[in-house]
């Protein structure tokens, strides 16, 4: 079956065709997919933008393989109750975080180690009796059952002679006994402090400065976009200001667009509306700025977006219909004008949409504090 037996004359999905063959959330999700004149490629399902990398190939793989080793633990109703007792301990929150890497079974043990493709020798540097998992170097190790004796509990499987290897490294480690004795008089000092009602302390730090509005080179204008998406099954409010030099509004616009299945998706569209509607003002020397990266990468190396390549396509033709377009990444801080008049879209539940001379009015006072910026 090709994609193409699955369109209409018109271009577009074939809804009743899509109906026949696939359940109702397949065809949900095939109609959200843009339809295009563009080549059949090879689209690697296990990354965002559609383009095969060893980042994703490793993270399937590492996924495939703990699955399997980690099930058994994860399921177990005893372990999920063992997890949350754990944090009702009364203790230090770096000890909570190991227990509960114990009782996750992700402590760095050469058996859990080499589920990550390395091959080290899993036999327990103490004892050398059995391979180094948690549950042998937690409690079946000689060390370790010597220790909980010595804290006072009931070893399992306790072996009362001590291994060679011990004994080769008895003059280079610490008593287990001493070990064991500070760990107790640590705890208990631990537990007088924090018995005491605590003075709540404001700790005073500096932040490190955020990234101000740029303006564009002389002769351009800058246009700022932003879509505010929150899920696939509501609407996205989309913005965009457009700025000169000095930092003055020449226009801003705001829009709802209809549902997106991503955030990716989202942000093509923005860019498109935007371009569409700087095209129709008559702009031929634009600054496109958004920040979210992704978008500004995907319009330099298409390549590496192969799942996104329609809306690509389109946008790389509506920007050929200007003389001079360049993008530009900014910081969240810096694209708070646009961030803030998307937001409005779905928070206030503005869905007219609109374009207008000048900057909004309820943002006057911070559009002029950004346009004086630049002139400091």
């Known amino acids: 079956m090709r994609v193409s037996s699955l369109l209409g004359t018109n271009g577009q999905w074939d809804v009743i065709e899509l109906q026949q063959l696939f359940p109702e959330n ?67 929150p770096k ?14 043990m050469a058996k ?12 327990c540097r ?15 190790c000689t060390m370790a059952q010597e220790a909980w004796t010595i804290a006072g509990f009931q070893p399992i ?26 760990a107790i008089e640590e705890a208990s000092i631990w537990s007088e402090l924090n018995t005491q009602k605590q003075v709540p302390e404001t700790v005073h730090g500096l932040n490190e400065e955020a990234k101000k509005w740029e303006p564009p080179l002389l002769g351009y204008v800058k246009c700022n976009i932003h879509p505010n998406w929150r899920n696939a099954k509501l609407h996205s409010g989309v913005a ?16 709802a667009l209809t549902f997106s299945p991503n955030i990716v998706t989202s942000e093509f569209r923005c860019l498109v509306w935007a371009l569409q ?11 496109v700025s958004s920040d979210f990266k ?15 390549r329609v809306m690509l396509q389109k946008i790389s033709s509506l920007c050929a219909r200007f003389r001079s377009v360049a993008f530009e990444a900014e910081s969240s801080s810096s694209n708070q004008i646009a961030r803030e008049i998307a937001k409005s879209v779905i928070r206030d539940g503005h869905f007219q949409s609109y374009l207008a001379l000048g900057g909004a009015a309820w943002l006057h006072q911070r559009i002029l504090r950004e346009a004086a910026s630049i002139r400091s």
């Open 95 to 108: 000890i909570h975080r190991f227990l509960w890497r114990a009782a996750s079974g992700v402590l760095a």
């Open 157 to 182: 499987h306790f072996q009362q002679h001590l291994s060679l290897n011990m004994i080769l490294y008895a003059d280079t480690q610490e008593s287990i006994t001493i070990q064991v004795h500070n």
């Open 26 to 92: 397949e065809v949900t999700r095939i109609l959200h997919m843009q339809v295009g004149n563009v080549p059949d490629r090879d689209i690697w399902a296990y990354s965002p933008h559609g383009s095969y990398t060893v980042k994703s190939v490793y993270a399937l793989a590492t996924k495939f393989k703990e699955a399997e080793a980690v099930r058994d633990m994860s399921d177990s109703l005893g372990v999920l109750e063992l997890k949350r007792l754990i944090w009702k301990v009364p203790t230090i």
């Open 240 to 255: 965009y200001i457009i700025r000169d030099p000095s930092g003055n509004v020449l226009h801003h616009a705001r829009d």
């Open 294 to 308: 992704d978008i500004i990468e995907a319009v330099k190396k298409p390549n590496k977006w192969p799942l996104f």
């Open 112 to 123: 859990r180690i080499n589920t990550r493709g390395l091959e080290l020798d899993t036999c």
């Open 126 to 140: 103490i004892c050398k009796a059995a391979g180094e998992s948690i549950e042998h170097v937690l409690f079946n």
């Open 277 to 287: 509607s700087m095209e129709n003002l008559g702009y031929q020397e634009i600054v």
